[in-house]
């Protein structure tokens, strides 16, 4: 069973002049982190809505947890963050927590400890009692995350979750989410902030215009195979001798030599003689592009499609 | 449970509103002006004379005749001025709960649109009761205390009192699901509280009119809309131990919030947030 499954979900404003989803299919299993990445106005949060029954699709069938997104009920297992949340600035944090608890269907003491736990770990505890409308932005989010905790979900919709949080917030966050998701969760992530999702994403999905340009595991996105940074002290001449001879591509970018090999064995022949020719090298890794410049690379590459 | 969540939800977004609390300071104003207003003179356990306003008042038949006067008073006072600062109090709990970034906190819990609907609505029925009883209890004691004259017709004001507000508040919520401005349904909900009475004098209208076709429409539009005028004659009957003649307006009006709701709840069931 998928955690979610979309089958041609298709959404349309404006009798059909703005597409906000075309034709979208979509899985994620259970037990990832999956980031949905895109340009403003891509769908991303239209998707997040349709899953959970604030919009309805045009067309297309979707499930959430093995149950069709009509059903109100699997919300019972569903936490979530909205972008733009908005609690009302009269209540307590404490108060957040107990209404919002009691409609996913806690009560009594179960919900009390829970609402202690969440503050505890968003580190609200010492603003339990005071009301929303003095809390800072990161505070907000915090309590957002609290909330979309409360009844300890299977499934976890994330609309910008680090939005206003600063570095370490954002690490604590993170962290927090990893430590989810070894707990056997799913977390479906929106977010603008590409390196947040590149460090902490399992899989990904590229959308633009509505429509699904990429999806697959971040680590097979991001690696360039058969490319190596390689880092030596000063023998230039000696690893341009020998690359030359195996015919290795060399180039350099930024400080760094980069070498482009057939196969492994032809990597360990380079070491060998580098090693043998007295060159010291001080790092040779993977080379992988940042998932910034692959998800512009992919927007790019499919400008002017959207229509 | 979860519907009752909402409805406190509701109810403690009302009390956040001041115009909620100003109209309970009203409300004990007026009982603590009863109090002092409404003077007894007990002797040997009799009551000797009673004055109110410092006019005194003789025989028993009088002062049952002021009390329920004074009942009718405050319940005709309540009956448009109560509803109508209800109204105005609860404008805006429909349009802000559809807010973006908090209907979509609703939705996403495991709560039918129904349940979120009915428990704006229940909400403010909640608190608006909670208000209006308040006064018609506190006053009724005053008043029942010191008279000795126990007029539980009185209490029927508040029924009654609610319901019609149930019925202007049944169409406020289908207004701000269709538009979202508090501004706007309140101005239409209003516009209906002040015009279903002229809807009374609807023979005198045709006769002004030439195409019986406006005939239908102005029948049509009394028969659909809250009765409110003649609500309040039923209430005044009631308080003052009257029979009443017609209970049309009252389950008429019943039905018109029983189909409001039923349209709200469709079209809240078919938006997009």
């Given at each position: 069973m998928f955690a979610i499954e979309t089958q041609h979900l298709s959404k349309f404003?404006?009798?059909?002049?703005?597409?906000?989803?075309?034709?979208?299919?979509?899985?994620?299993?259970?037990?990832?982190?999956?980031?949905?990445?895109?340009?403003?106005?891509?769908?991303?949060?239209?998707?997040?809505?349709?899953?959970?029954?604030?919009?309805?699709?045009?067309?297309?069938?979707?499930?959430?947890?093995?149950?069709?997104?009509?059903?109100?009920?699997?919300?019972?297992?569903?936490?979530?963050?909205?972008?733009?949340?908005?609690?009302?600035?009269?209540?307590?944090?404490?108060?957040?927590?107990?209404?919002?608890?009691?409609?996913?269907?806690?009560?009594?003491?179960?919900?009390?400890?829970?609402?202690?736990?969440?503050?505890?770990?968003v580190k609200l505890s010492d603003w339990k009692n005071h009301k929303v409308r003095e809390f800072s932005k990161g505070m907000q989010q915090r309590l957002g995350l609290a909330h979309a905790l409360i009844n300890d979900p299977k499934l976890i919709f994330l609309d910008e979750p680090t939005d206003g949080i600063d570095p370490v917030g954002r690490r604590e966050i993170r962290d927090l989410l990893q430590l989810l998701r070894d707990q056997g969760k799913t977390i479906f992530l929106n977010s603008h902030l590409l390196s947040e999702v590149e460090r902490i994403s399992d899989e990904i999905a590229i959308l633009k215009d509505g429509r699904l340009l990429k999806k697959g595991p971040v680590h097979e996105f991001l690696a360039v195979d058969r490319q190596y940074q390689l880092k030596i002290a000063q023998e230039k001449n000696t690893l341009e001798a020998i690359c030359q001879k195996m015919s290795v591509t060399l180039s350099q970018t930024d400080g760094a030599f980069m070498i482009s090999v057939k196969n492994d064995e032809q990597l360990n022949e380079l070491i060998d003689r580098l090693r043998s020719s007295k060159?010291?090298?001080?790092?040779?890794?993977?080379?992988?592009?940042?998932?910034?410049?692959?998800?512009?690379?992919?927007?790019?590459?499919?400008?002017?499609?959207?229509? | 449970m979860k519907l009752w969540s909402i409805i406190l939800l509701t109810f403690r977004e009302s009390l956040a509103k001041k115009t909620f609390m100003a109209f309970l300071g009203i409300s004990t104003f007026i009982c603590l002006l009863l109090i002092f207003a409404l003077n007894l003179d007990i002797v040997n356990g009799m009551q000797s004379s009673v004055s109110l306003f410092g006019q005194d008042i003789e025989s028993a038949a009088e002062i049952t005749k002021i009390l329920f006067g004074i009942e009718s008073g405050i319940a005709i006072l309540l009956f448009s001025g109560g509803i109508f600062m209800s109204l105005f109090a609860t404008s805006s709990l429909v349009p802000s709960l559809l807010q973006e970034g908090y209907i979509d906190i609703f939705i996403s819990k495991p709560v039918s649109r129904l349940d979120i609907l009915l428990g704006r609505y229940l909400g403010a029925i909640v608190i608006v009761a909670l208000n209006i009883f308040y006064l018609v209890i506190f006053s009724g004691a005053i008043l029942s205390i010191k008279t000795g004259i126990w007029n539980w017709g009185y209490l029927w004001a508040g029924v009654i009192i609610v319901l019609t507000f149930g019925a202007l508040f049944a169409l406020m919520t289908f207004l701000s699901v269709l538009s979202r401005s508090g501004p706007l349904s309140l101005m239409i909900t209003y516009l209906v509280l002040f015009f279903s009475p002229m809807l009374l004098a609807?023979?005198?209208?045709?006769?002004l009119l030439s195409s019986p076709v406006y005939g239908y429409f102005f029948d049509g539009l009394y028969y659909f809309l809250p009765k409110t005028a003649e609500l309040g004659v039923i209430l005044q009957k009631l308080v003052s131990n009257q029979p009443v003649e017609s209970w049309m307006p009252l389950w008429s009006s019943m039905l018109f919030a029983v189909f409001m709701l039923a349209v709200t709840a469709y079209i809240f069931q078919k938006k997009n947030f």
């Open positions: 404003y404006s009798r059909g002049k703005v597409k906000a989803l075309q034709n979208f299919s979509l899985t994620v299993e259970q037990g990832k982190i999956f980031g949905l990445l895109g340009p403003n106005g891509a769908g991303k949060t239209t998707f997040i809505k349709i899953v959970l029954g604030i919009i309805h699709p045009n067309g297309g069938k979707a499930s959430i947890l093995g149950k069709p997104i009509t059903d109100y009920k699997v919300h019972r297992h569903i936490g979530y963050l909205s972008e733009k949340h908005h609690f009302p600035g009269f209540l307590t944090a404490g108060r957040v927590l107990y209404y919002f608890g009691k409609m996913s269907g806690l009560t009594g003491s179960a919900l009390e400890k829970r609402m202690d736990e969440l503050l505890e770990l060159v010291l090298i001080r790092a040779i890794v993977p080379y992988k592009i940042s998932l910034e410049d692959f998800f512009i690379d992919v927007i790019e590459e499919n400008e002017g499609d959207g229509q | 609807r023979d005198e209208i045709y006769a």
